[in-house]
């Protein structure tokens, strides 16, 4: 009997140590501690047969947590993988993006310059008002080549900069609830399209964006703020996580002492998850 009793419970431990995944953790430890009060109680119930203790239940409770670790470990790692290559991707984007926005300021500079030059070719030799109208189509062609040129100017200048970019302060509250807050940095030129990456499908609603700061030096206001605000980190032990509890007015406080005053929108618009509040309510009369 103590032989049909121990190996039906090391078979339920190693099966259930074997299943255990950084999802499933908790369930699973559940589940091991409730074997481990029905082997117990097995003995209990059958008190006649002298039935040992030969459960081992600190070297398998030790084994399980080892593996969540293990699992916690790889999943940490994974994540520091996958950021590694989005910042990768972002650096090359932002790097490119300015190229190609030279190459198309100059492809347009260089068509509307050629409809521009049959413009006054074709005023040579008109008269009246096809005249004025040819003279109001070559100031307007001549407004557009200069706002090209201006593009391509600030497009190139883009390329040449390393550390420009903008650092954001969003939140979620029907995700996270209030007084949460991501600050992190983006290098891309059109900054919101990082914040609709993070609205992705991981979420169940949108961020709203409170502050979107332009800076020289975006990654080192990014790193003063995090370092400014430390205690307030949710996660202290995967700084990747870069949320914080804390009431908006100090972040802002923190923004004007390192950066300079900036425009900030206090209250969060957060209309999907109203509105999700408001279905709800209405399902429920």
């Known amino acids: 009997m103590q032989r049909i ?31 481990r009060e029905a082997y117990a109680a097995v003995s209990e119930k059958i008190a006649f047969l002298n039935l040992e203790d030969n459960s081992d239940r600190e070297s398998i409770r030790q084994q399980f947590l ?61 008269e009246g008002a096809h005249r004025e109208e040819l003279e109001k189509q070559r100031l307007e062609l001549e407004q557009k ?10 497009a190139k200048s883009m390329a040449q900069l390393t550390k420009q970019g903008h650092v954001y302060i969003i939140s979620n509250i029907g995700s996270f609830g209030e007084d949460v807050f991501k600050i992190g940095m983006t290098r891309r030129l059109e900054p919101m399209d990082r914040v609709k990456e993070l609205s992705g499908a991981s979420v169940p609603f949108d961020f709203d964006v409170h502050a979107m700061i332009s800076c020289d030096d975006a990654p080192a206001l990014e790193k003063t703020l995090h370092d400014s605000l430390e205690k ?50 209405n399902e429920a009369a």
């Open 5 to 35: 009793v121990d190996s039906a419970w090391k078979f339920k431990a190693k099966t259930l140590l074997a299943g255990v995944t950084i999802n499933n953790w908790q369930s699973k430890y559940d589940q091991l501690r409730k074997e």
């Open 66 to 126: 080892d593996k969540v670790a293990l699992l916690e470990k790889a999943q940490e790692e994974k994540e520091y993988q996958a950021e590694l290559k989005r910042q990768m991707r972002e650096e090359k984007e932002r790097q490119d993006e300015p190229e190609r926005r030279q190459r198309e300021a100059e492809e347009e500079e260089r068509r509307l310059a050629e409809q521009q030059k049959l413009i006054e070719e074709a005023l040579r030799a008109a």
């Open 145 to 154: 080549i200069q706002e090209a040129h201006a593009q391509y100017e600030r």
């Open 232 to 281: 307030y980190r949710i996660n202290r032990i995967n700084l990747r996580k870069e949320f914080f509890r804390v009431k908006l007015e100090k972040i802002i406080n923190e923004v004007e002492r390192h950066h300079g005053q900036v425009e900030y929108v206090a209250d969060p618009a957060a209309l999907q998850y109203l509105q999700s509040l408001e279905y709800a309510e």
